[in-house]
């Protein structure tokens, strides 16, 4: 029991560091609930100049981009919007003849173009420096960033146009949904997602600069993403070998340009989840490894609020997993007295009468069993948790339902995944946050064995679309 009053103590001080996080959250998500999505979007013709960039390693080999392309078409002929570019870069050369008969211009990145960025962060500073050659580094210009699995919708079209018309900004963004191959993907990933939606509405408040402690955005989405042209261009791509390109290029955009450049458009784009626990691990990893490349490029406050923000995520696994263990061990007796109780009551005639009975009896056990020998200082921190716990639960059954929102699955099918949601939410939860755990692990073993080489590299690992 010492051992289990050691533990449990030791759970409550890491679940209390996550309070603040769901008060922020709920607060943001009751505050920007209206402006999440944009609305009263209409057509006006004083068109600027929008390209749609797609960045891939290959469109040939992810078909995907293709869907892309085509929703861009689409979109943009259902609101006769017509002065627009579709941009892939890419480092396949077989993608050339693949979209040749697409709506698109195909940027091949040159094999002997040097840059200090790696992998996709040097692929998009070819786009730059290609833009610049043709004079498209100007004003004029906008920049909207797309993944190889990017959909967009007329809504989101229409919602970049009233952005750029009201000038409140030089970069923004917009919330991202993934309903896209939902029962393609494993059922852990696929769920796991709901998450994402609900953290859009914190970006809202990042984006605006409506924090409580006024820092540029801890991350930025690579992709739906729009900047005007010249602002790129004068930033750049050139953050040497880091996996998160797109958190450096919000840091130095907000550095050079004032927080008052950064924006949220709220229009949405479609994308898709992991399609299995292998993908959904490593997009997670890179996430947290480009953070940690990062995090000492940042000033002082910047960094106590990313670290913050990686070690709760670390904790989250490891409260996470001991809380399971702990809740099956300390709970079996309440799973025996339930039985036990059940077993003992038979309905007879008056069945109704002995249900009741049963009820109380149930009551009486389980009142006991959690409040028998719990005092005020208990309680009180017991319903903190309880207050965290919930908005937990609430975020993925918001996030599901903003995923699903777009899909095409029917009602009875979301409601039984609303349920799995609900049910496996635990799992969920180490499955999210595993990778920060084994990752901050990683990070900081490999320093120590390679205290010579102050730029670690890492496998950028491309995931399955």
Known sequence: MLLDDILVGIITVVWLTNVPIAFVSIIRFLKNREAFIGK?????????????????RSATKTPVVLRGIDSIVASCDKIKYLDYRISVITDDPQDIDTLSHSNSEVVLVDKSFRSSAIKKGRALQYAVESRRKTGRNTSKYWIFHMDDESYVTHQTVLSLLKAIREGQGLAF?????????FESANILTALAESIRPFTCYDCVSQMKNEQYVKTSPLHMHGSNLLVRSDVEDSIGWNFGPTLAEDQMFGYQVYHKYGPRSMGWHGGILLEQPPLNIKDHFMQRRRWVLGSLQNINKFPLIHRFKLSYKLITYFMGFASGFISLILSFHMNLPLFLITSNTLINYRVGADGMAVFGNLLRTLYSELTVHFFGNM???????????????????????????????????????????????????????????????????????????????????????????
């Open 40 to 56: 009263d979007v209409q057509r006006i013709h004083n068109d600027p100049v929008i390209i749609f960039q797609i960045t891939s």
């Open 173 to 181: 963004e917009g919330p991202i949904f993934y309903p896209l191959k």
């Open 375 to 465: 005092g005020a200082f208990q309680f009180g921190i017991g319903a903190i948790l309880l207050f965290s716990s919930m908005i937990w639960l609430l975020s993925y059954q918001i996030g599901l339902f903003l995923n699903l929102r777009y899909s095409k699955i029917t009602w009875s099918k979301r409601f039984v995944l609303h349920l799995q949601t609900l049910i496996l939410c635990p799992i969920l939860g180490l499955v999210e946050t595993f990778p920060a755990f084994w990752t901050l692990i990683e990070y900081h073993a490999k320093r120590q064995t390679s205290r010579a080489d102050k730029n670690l590299t890492y496998d950028f690992y491309v995931i399955n679309k």
